[in-house]
Nanobody
Framework: EVQLVESGGGLVQAGGSLRLSCAAS????????IGWFRQAPGKEREGVSC????????HYADSVKGRFTISIDNAKNMVYLQMNSLKPGNTAVYYC??????????????????WGQGTQVTVSS
């Protein structure tokens, strides 16, 4: 059974950093792509970043390029999203998701089959 559990959210001041974690089980990273998405109040869920380890592909939304970094720790079955220079507009519930296609990841929510429960990130001004 595929399971994804996010953690690491919290309250941070603008300009600060957070590292989100996603504990993955029930699949191997070689066969799956992983994505991070977020949903702010009253807005649709949007893609933030994705990674497919088999071909070392990563993608980022334009709004987070240069500030966010996605990574995988195979030994720990963990996926991370390092978020730096956070802005109030980054406030949202952040979700980890996976799909059983391990190449050329895309940050499109409709492609992802498995989702975590989300973790709240709040950035104060």
């Amino acid at each position: 059974e595929v399971q994804l559990v996010e953690s690491g959210g919290g309250l941070v001041q603008a300009g600060g950093s957070l590292r989100l974690s996603c504990a993955a089980s029930g699949f191997t990273f070689e066969a799956y792509s992983i994505g991070w998405f977020r949903q702010a109040p009253g807005k649709e869920r949007e893609g933030v970043s994705c990674i497919s380890e088999s071909d070392a592909i990563t993608h980022y939304a334009d709004s987070v390029k240069g500030r966010f970094t996605i990574s995988i720790d195979n030994a720990k079955n963990m996926v991370y999203l390092q978020m730096n220079s956070l802005k109030p507009g980054n406030t949202a519930v952040y979700y980890c998701a996976s799909v059983d296609y391990g190449h050329r990841c895309k940050v499109l929510k409709g492609l992802y089959r498995y989702w975590g429960q989300g973790t709240q990130v709040t950035v104060s001004s």
